[in-house]
């Protein structure tokens, strides 16, 4: 198991950049009525046919030449079925990957959510040529946020600049305040 499912999201969206995505949609959706968070991830970079799909899901295997293991997608998936949950990956070639992972919220082996705030801004800042596109829906409501829109406003300027991470840190902070439910 991992600290908190933060972890998970910069794991799976480094693949996604790995595979040469321009286009990556991070969605998370959080219910107390049905008791679940979900976590589903899907980009439009390189794909995998069947035989490298299922090898995925396995420990030792990694398309990352630097890595000997691959240990985020299958810690997902076992995090996933620990927490009483569904795990599904569907790719194609030269059309992308879809992950999804939903868990029961209130299961005790259910990781945080983590510093969502964070490693949302950090993912903004650092993925210069990808536009990522997250989204956040919960019973107290939703937020949504591109970096592609991020940098149309921006302009010139790059989303590291310090005037203009700390208008998103705030644009963030604001958007997802009192929407994460507390952990049960």
């Known amino acids: 198991m991992v600290e908190d499912l933060c972890f ?3 794991d799976l969206v480094q693949n996604s950049v790995a595979a040469g995505a321009r286009v990556i949609r991070v969605q998370i959706r959080e219910s107390r009525a049905s008791d679940t968070l979900e976590l589903e991830v899907a980009d439009d970079g390189r794909g995998m046919d069947d035989r490298t799909l299922l090898q995925a899901q396995d420990p030792f ?3 990352k030449g630097y890595k000997k293991v691959g240990l985020g997608i299958p810690l997902l998936k076992a995090t996933t079925e620990a927490c009483r949950g569904d795990f599904a990956i569907a790719s194609r070639p030269g059309r992308g990957t879809r992950i999804r992972a939903s868990m029961q919220r209130s299961h005790l082996d259910c990781p945080p959510l983590g510093d969502l705030e964070g490693t949302l ?3 903004l800042v650092s993925l210069d040529a990808v536009d990522l596109r997250f989204s956040f829906q919960g019973g107290r409501g939703s937020f949504a946020v591109a970096s592609a829109e991020a940098r149309a406003h ?19 902070r604001s ?3 009192g929407l994460l439910a507390p952990a049960p």
């Open 8 to 10: 998970h999201l910069v």
């Open 121 to 123: 801004l950090s993912l």
């Open 61 to 63: 295997f990694t398309s």
């Open 175 to 177: 958007g997802l305040g």
């Open 154 to 172: 921006a302009g010139d300027l790059p989303l590291s600049h310090p005037d203009v991470y700390r208008f998103l840190k705030e644009f963030i």
